[in-house]
Structure formats: structure tokens, C-alpha cells
């Protein structure tokens, strides 16, 4: 999908694609994106928000790049601003349905978490989940083109990165604070170190193939 057809893409993300929906009939406009598929460890998060549109928060950017205070700033005033709703899939989940599913699940959930009803989605990506409420359409590279959907990646990282500080806690040894359950080179080591915890993707090939090893070690 080009991202703006009828316009010119702007170099951050703009209401191009929320106004474009109110033309079209709607009222309520909500993004949703999520973030965590890639990792080894850990659930994946979705976000849905609804801005309000008279407390739009500065500097909202795609959350990838912004800084780590950055994202904690603008989750801070997003979360007193907007309309929000969080939703986690865990690793149980992932396994069962498999990760693209389960990603489409909890986008469905984290819509119908919202406590004011939208009638139009825009959600980051390729593939609009079924189920929904409302009409939705999909944003390809949504969170650098929609003020919406970049608001809620933010959300959905800042709520994954404390999930993940947490889990260092509650499971030391494998430095989910640092990584975040991606399969970094240190990630690794301390996995081959350690073996798989219970927060770990069983379905994903590394960890699959670890738990296979040492199921066949134990008979």
C-alpha cells in the first residue's frame, strides 16, 4: 500500500489517514499497533488509541525511534490524554495459535478494551484482524505516517519494556531488562547456559529446539 495516494507523505506522522476517515463518514477514529512478535521470550502487546484530538502530546514518532525517556515521557501524557486499551498475549497464547494469530487476537481484544467505541481502525500493517466492531483498514508502515497508530506503539513498548524488566526480576540470569527477549548473541549464551524458562516461545525454532534436546536428555 502507498501510504498517502492522494498526498504527499510527511516526514512524521500526521492525522492524514484519521481525517481521512472522518471525510468518509466517521466519527471515532482509534489506531492500534503492537509490538513483540520478533522476540524469543515474553508476550506480544497491543495497544488501541484513541487521541484526543485537543491534547495531542508533541513530538509522538514512530516508537522504535524515539529514545527510551522519550517513549516514557509521551506514554506518561498519552495515558492522562487519550482513550487507551492494552492487551497481552502471552507465551501459553503464542504457542497455541501461533504468533501472527495471537497478535491479531489481542488487536481484536485491545479494541473491544476500549472504553469509548470507534468506528473506524487504523492498524499497523498488512492484515486487519476479523471480529472487529467497526470498519478498519490497513496502514502498511503505519506508526510513520498516523498520529494514532504511532500513539499506540508507544504504548505497547513502553508496556512490553516494563513487562520485561519485570520478568529480569522474577527470572534473573538471561537479561530480559537488556534485550528485551530478542535473541541477541547474549540472549543466546544464557540460554544455551540456562536453557529455556517458562517465559520463553516454546513454538519458536531456537527454543523448540532446546526443549526437544532436553526432553530427549531426560527420556
Known amino acids: 500500500m502507498v501510504p498517502k495516494a492522494d498526498s504527499t507523505p510527511s516526514e512524521t506522522p500526521d492525522l492524514f489517514f484519521e481525517k481521512r476517515a472522518i471525510r468518509r463518514g466517521a466519527t471515532i477514529v482509534a489506531g492500534v499497533d503492537e509490538v513483540g512478535r520478533g522476540p524469543l521470550a515474553g508476550p506480544v502487546v497491543v495497544a488501541a488509541v484513541i487521541l484526543n484530538r485537543r491534547k495531542i502530546p508533541e513530538g509522538i514518532r514512530d516508537s522504535k525511534v524515539l529514545t527510551a525517556n522519550a517513549r516514557e515521557s509521551l506514554y506518561e501524557q498519552l495515558m492522562k490524554s487519550a482513550t487507551v486499551s492494552v492487551v497481552t498475549a502471552p507465551p501459553a497464547v503464542i504457542g497455541e495459535i501461533n504468533i501472527l494469530h495471537a497478535s491479531l487476537w489481542a488487536m481484536r481484544q485491545a479494541v473491544l478494551g476500549l472504553s469509548l467505541r470507534p468506528d473506524h481502525l487504523l492498524v499497523d500493517g498488512n492484515v486487519v484482524p476479523t471480529g472487529l466492531?467497526?470498519?478498519?483498514?490497513?496502514?502498511?508502515?503505519?506508526?510513520?505516517?498516523?498520529?494514532?497508530?504511532?500513539?499506540?506503539?508507544?504504548?505497547?513498548?513502553?508496556?512490553?519494556?516494563?513487562?520485561?524488566?519485570?520478568?529480569?526480576?522474577?527470572?534473573?540470569g538471561y537479561g530480559f531488562a537488556q534485550h528485551k527477549g530478542y535473541g541477541t548473541p547474549e540472549h543466546q549464551a544464557a540460554l544455551s547456559r540456562l536453557g529455556p524458562s517458562v517465559h520463553h516461545r516454546r513454538s519458536f525454532e531456537p527454543i523448540r529446539i532446546l526443549y526437544e534436546a532436553a526432553t530427549q536428555y531426560l527420556g
Open 133 to 172: 466492531p467497526c470498519k478498519a483498514e490497513a496502514v502498511v508502515d503505519g506508526d510513520a505516517y498516523s498520529l494514532s497508530i504511532a500513539a499506540a506503539s508507544i504504548i505497547a513498548k513502553v508496556t512490553r519494556d516494563r513487562i520485561m524488566i519485570d520478568l529480569d526480576r522474577r527470572c534473573p
